[in-house]
């Protein structure tokens, strides 16, 4: 109920005029947009407002504002396969990259103190071996029992208890494979190491690396009278451990070997306090190998009893079995191509291997490896009874147990050794030559 008061001279208050206030105000942008009140006649408030909240205020009916000109870009969320593909790829990218760099790190400094010359070579250049006038390639191969090529362990640690010779003809794809007894009786500059001017062909390495360990010099000098010896020229030689035969052998998973005959040499069975046998297998048994399975048939040769092996040469020629059956599990299991299995190959060399290939030649050799015939390789023991071949002889020199030229006038005559040798190379360059008739005459047969 309206309460009117009444004036002074008693006249009724005149009613308050409700005024409109410019609630336009908030929602203008700029000054000039305000919209404009109607004039005073015009003005109905009750036709104009919904309600009146309170004395003197009024809310004005809504209307719509005026389109804008100006565009808005909207910003589309990103799609979550996108956010996963970023935070995926980027670390496995750079996880990538440093175990690249890592291992081509690790095959710049392996190869560089197994190889001679810049490992950079062995990816730019790609030179052939060097030949002799045959035509063909010989690496002197050698082993010896020293943790490592800078002569730590005992004295006997750098006696060199395996010697072989491989010549490759890397045109004609054929090889042969030639052992050197350990025993051979030799000449030797060895005063000042263990006073001796001749003795056993295995401390030629030890007489000049004893001096100065100088191992490129005393690598040398056995290639030297290796080629001596054979009537070879001897260019290259690869400087083995027992380590790297063990490590080389489990990398590619063990190899296998078929034995013509029954053998068991007791002389390892300590290492396993006698309940194991580490050399005994029958006779057409073909035996699964792992490294150190190979690494004591390597060394066996019957010195602490057993049987069907007691001499030099026969260890001589299970050495050469065992190499001939690593280049073959290589090939076959392309072992070259993993990238896992040549790394780790690598790994193992170390200081375990040592040699005078250059890494120009790298690339040569892994083609050579990849693609030579291991059947074509021809296996020599100097004395070897199923072939009754005797160019070597045991007898006893000063109380020990030496090995020298049967046949021949003098004990550093190798003339007999040098003509089998020079006959086995013509033998085989004369195979070649008519196998490359035969496939003449093939080729030229009209075919029916």
């Not at 027992?242 to 002389?267: E, M, Q, R, S, W």
């Amino acid at each position: 109920m309206t309460n009117n008061k009444k004036q002074i001279d008693g006249m009724l208050t005149r009613r308050t005029k409700v005024v409109l206030r410019d609630v336009n105000e908030k929602h203008a942008k700029t000054p000039s947009e305000k919209m404009e009140m109607p004039s005073r006649k015009n003005l109905d408030p009750f036709a104009e407002l919904e309600h009146i909240k309170d004395l003197g205020q009024a809310e004005e009916v809504h209307r719509e504002p005026k389109p804008s000109t100006k565009k808005v870009r909207v910003k589309k969320p990103k799609r979550l396969w996108k956010k996963i593909l970023a935070f995926t790829l980027i670390p496995a990218g750079a996880f990538t990259l440093v175990v690249i760099g890592f291992t081509v790190a690790k095959f710049l400094q392996t190869s560089s103190a197994v190889f001679e010359g810049s490992i950079v070579e062995a990816f730019f250049s790609k030179e052939k071996l060097a030949v002799d006038e045959n035509g063909r390639t010989n690496v002197l191969i050698f082993g010896t029992e020293g943790f490592d090529s800078s002569g730590s362990g005992h004295p006997g640690s750098q006696l060199t208890d395996s010697i072989m010779v491989l010549s490759v003809d890397q045109d004609k794809n054929n090889a042969f494979m030639v052992s050197l007894p350990r025993d051979l009786y030799v000449e030797h500059e060895c005063k000042g190491v263990i006073g001796t001017s001749a003795g056993k062909l295995n401390e030629t390495y030890y007489c000049i690396f004893g001096k100065d360990n100088d191992e490129t010099a005393a690598a040398n000098e056995l290639q030297k009278t290796a080629g001596k010896i054979l009537g070879l020229d001897v260019q290259y030689y690869v400087h083995i451990n027992f380590k790297v035969l063990v490590d080389l052998v489990d990398t590619i998973g063990g190899i296998d070997l078929t034995f013509d005959k029954a053998i068991y040499d007791p002389n390892f069975d300590w290492t396993c306090k006698n309940k194991c046998n580490y050399v005994k297998y029958s006779a057409g048994e073909t035996a699964h190998l792992d490294g150190i399975h190979a690494l004591y048939l390597a060394r066996s040769r019957g010195a602490a009893g057993g049987y069907g092996i007691g001499t030099d040469f026969e260890r001589g020629a299970n050495q050469q079995k065992i190499l001939v059956a690593i280049q073959k599990k290589i090939i076959e299991d392309k072992a070259l191509l993993n990238v896992s299995s040549a790394f780790t190959m690598l790994d193992s060399l170390g200081d375990n291997l040592k040699t005078n290939f250059k890494t120009k030649e790298i690339r040569t050799l892994i083609d050579l490896a990849q693609n030579f015939d291991s059947g074509n390789i021809k296996q020599i023991i100097l004395a070897n009874e199923a072939e009754r071949l005797y160019l070597v002889k045991t007898t006893n020199i000063n109380g020990a147990s030496c090995v020298i030229p049967s046949g021949v006038s003098g004990m550093y005559d190798y003339t007999k050794i040098k003509n089998y040798i020079a006959d086995e190379i013509t033998k085989l360059s004369s195979s070649v030559k008519e196998e490359v008739a035969e496939d003449a005459v093939e080729d030229a047969t009209p075919t029916p």
